[in-house]
């Protein structure tokens, strides 16, 4: 059984910094997908960023390009979301998910298996 699970978030100020992370238990990351999402109050389940393990490929959505870096730890089976000057629209649950290696859009909710119990993050004005 597979399951992941999110740490990391919290309340910062806008322009502040946080970094995510998601841990793997049951086995390794090593093939598989693993994405963040997140959602806000009233708000469809946005992707953020994910990365293919085995290629360490990183993707981003258009709310993450030039301020999230998404990386990976083969050595702890944990990916990180580093946050840089955050917004308080970045306000949200954050979301961890996972799938093993597959050729669906990486931008789908329905692309992956396994999903973690989300961390809130809060940007304050």
């Known amino acids: 059984q597979v399951r992941v699970s999110e740490s990391g978030g919290g309340l910062v100020q806008t322009g502040g910094s946080l970094r995510l992370s998601c841990a793997a238990s049951?086995?390794?990351?090593?093939?598989?997908?693993t994405g963040w999402f997140r959602q806000a109050p009233g708000k469809e389940r946005e992707f953020v960023a994910a990365i293919r393990w085995r290629s360490d490929s990183p993707y981003y959505g258009d709310s993450a390009k030039g301020r999230f870096t998404i990386a990976r730890d083969i050595a702890k089976s944990t990916v990180y979301l580093h946050m840089y000057s955050l917004k308080p629209d970045d306000s949200a649950i954050y979301y961890c998910a996972a799938a093993f290696d597959n050729d669906g859009d990486l931008r789908q909710k329905s692309t992956y298996t396994y999903w973690g119990q989300g961390t809130q993050v809060t940007v304050s004005s």
């Open positions: 049951g086995r390794t990351f090593g093939d598989f997908l």
